[in-house]
């Protein structure tokens, strides 16, 4: 569906009412969203659907998925956190999982950013390289 550029800058701007100090507010979301639904202005359904993305990428943008080989000890989680968090900013929403086939060492995602400094991934390069 294609949108118009008047939707969307409605959702950027519906996007961006909703936003308490550079963080969502889930509240303030769902309110938006009942009030479009309920006043139902001309073309609401693009300006949801591109609201929608808008919600989606900003939540991939604050969510940190960290893989590694073994489960963390929670020293190690609170060290990686503090990373994140000074290198991301506040609001960051943390998943650990384990990982196997790493090997050794960590791969941590946070939207489009990827840092492997996994086994895996120097083995791979090397056997690139060869």
Same mark, same amino acid.
């Given at each position: 569906?294609k949108?118009?550029?008047?939707?969307?800058?409605?959702?950027?701007?519906?996007?961006?009412?909703?936003r308490?100090?550079?963080v969502?507010?889930?509240?303030?979301?769902?309110?938006?969203?009942?009030?479009?639904?309920?006043?139902?202005?001309?073309g609401?359904?693009?300006?949801?659907a591109?609201?929608?993305?808008?919600?989606?990428?900003?939540?991939d !943008?604050?969510?940190?998925r960290?893989?590694?080989?073994?489960?963390?000890?929670?020293?190690?989680q /609170? *060290?990686?956190? &503090?990373? =994140?968090?000074?290198?991301?900013?506040?609001?960051?929403?943390?998943?650990?999982?384990?990982n196997?086939?790493?090997?050794?060492?960590? !791969?941590?995602?946070i939207?489009?950013?990827?840092?492997?400094?996994?086994?895996?991934?120097?083995l /791979? *390069?090397?056997? &690139?390289? =060869?």
């Amino acid at each position: 569906m294609k949108i118009s550029k008047q939707a969307r800058r409605d959702a950027k701007q519906l996007f961006r009412s909703c936003r308490v100090n550079g963080v969502l507010d889930e509240a303030k979301v769902r309110r938006v969203v009942q009030q479009v639904i309920a006043s139902k202005p001309r073309g609401y359904i693009p300006i949801l659907a591109h609201f929608q993305r808008l919600l989606k990428l900003d939540f991939d !943008r604050r969510t940190a998925r960290v893989e590694s080989p073994v489960p963390l000890a929670d020293p190690q989680q /609170a *060290a990686i956190k &503090a990373n =994140l968090a000074h290198r991301y900013g506040e609001g960051l929403i943390f998943a650990f999982t384990q990982n196997p086939s790493l090997i050794g060492g960590l !791969r941590v995602q946070i939207g489009s950013d990827v840092f492997d400094g996994s086994v895996e991934a120097r083995l /791979a *390069a090397l056997e &690139a390289s =060869l």
